[in-house]
């Protein structure tokens, strides 16, 4: 069930991270909390990451628990399953989503069934990190959006978190959780806003969305990177249009109540993500309004996304992504069916 930007927990301090300080930050209070939790990957330890999002740890915990580890995605993730199949809980970093895919047939071929396999007897408590998405100018491979992929996988849970609270409260308890987790990071806003984040450690629950913005005509759903722009449109269509704004944050498991009990409230919706349209998360959005509140629906539903191409390079990449502007349109084509 979706919170409503309250936080029920209670924190003596705090200190104002960005979203990449509260990746590092939720690290390390899970490795000084826990000795069986280890970072490994490409440039993670004396470099402290492509991000710096473990800068610091290898001088702290040392290079048995900040593994640089070589340029093989493949036998980083092979590496981790072993590890955590044994009882550590270890976080592998891959530099950026586009890179995973040697490592998909560990992930889904043995991270994601080793429960199942093994019939319980052996658990796979994981964790996968990557920075996506597109916006920071890169070249190819540095700016994919495939979670869908990962999605698609029984035995997988998949989070993608838009703010520093959130992501140090989600990463916490992904590196907690039993089973194995894709942790992706919406690198775009990395640095571009800071927010009060406890420094003290806190659980997020995984499968619970967030009411960013609550309205009455229209429910718009969106994740990771695109939640800011979207709120941004919202915000400019007040007076025109009452669109709540639902932050799912966690893909898988999906928070399917409080994206069904949304929609009846305003019997239109919307789904924003750069992800391409065909076979993206929009498509599993609409189907199970579909499945679950067909009778309260007004309008089809509107999917605003990245386009059915290659992620382009950095002249074509502010078109590709939706923007305000964008996000605007298809609200208003939402509502005025």
């Not at 936080?7 to 590092?24: I, P």
């Not at 092979?78 to 809980?89: E, H, P, S």
């Not at 998909?104 to 093994?118: G, N």
């Not at 964790?127 to 029984?154: D, K, L, T, W």
Request: charged letters at 25%; aromatic letters at 8%.
């Amino acid at each position: 069930m979706a919170t409503h930007e309250t936080r029920s927990q209670t924190h003596d301090e705090s200190e104002r991270l960005t979203l990449v300080e509260a990746v590092r930050d939720g690290l390390h209070t899970e490795m000084e909390r826990d000795d069986d939790v280890l970072v490994m990957g490409e440039d993670v330890g004396k470099n402290g990451g492509v991000f710096r999002a473990t800068e610091g740890l290898y001088e702290e915990f040392g290079d048995d628990r900040v593994v640089d580890t070589p340029l093989a995605e493949s036998g980083i993730v092979g590496t981790a399953i072993g590890m955590a199949a044994y009882g550590m809980r270890p976080v592998a970093e891959m530099q950026f989503l586009g890179f995973i895919y040697p490592a998909f047939d560990q992930i889904v071929s043995h991270a994601a069934r080793l429960r199942t396999r093994s019939r319980g007897r052996y658990t796979c408590p994981l964790v996968v990190r990557a920075p996506y998405g597109g916006g920071i100018r890169a070249p190819e491979h540095h700016s994919e959006s495939s979670e869908a992929m990962f999605v698609h996988q029984p035995g997988l849970k998949v989070v993608m978190p838009s703010t520093p609270y959130d992501t140090k409260g989600l990463l916490t308890s992904a590196i907690r959780d039993p089973d194995p987790v894709i942790f992706l990071e919406p690198k775009l806003i990395y640095r571009a806003f800071r927010e009060d984040v406890p420094t003290d450690s806190y659980e997020v629950p995984i499968g619970e969305a967030a009411v960013r913005r609550e309205g009455s005509d229209i429910s718009v759903y969106t994740w990771g990177a695109m939640t800011r722009p979207t709120l941004e449109a919202a915000e400019n269509l007040e007076g025109e249009i009452d669109a709540e704004v639902i932050d799912l944050r966690t893909l898988s498991p999906l928070d399917e109540e409080t994206i069904v009990e949304s929609f009846k409230k305003t019997g239109r919706a919307a789904v924003v993500h750069e992800a391409p349209k065909t076979g993206g998360l929009g498509a599993e959005i609409a189907a199970t309004l579909q499945e679950e509140a067909l009778l309260y629906q007004e309008a089809p539903v509107e999917r605003i996304t990245g386009f059915d191409t290659p992620f382009p390079l950095y002249a074509l990449e502010d078109y590709y992504l939706p923007e305000p502007a964008r996000i605007e349109d298809g609200i208003r084509d939402a509502v005025g069916f």
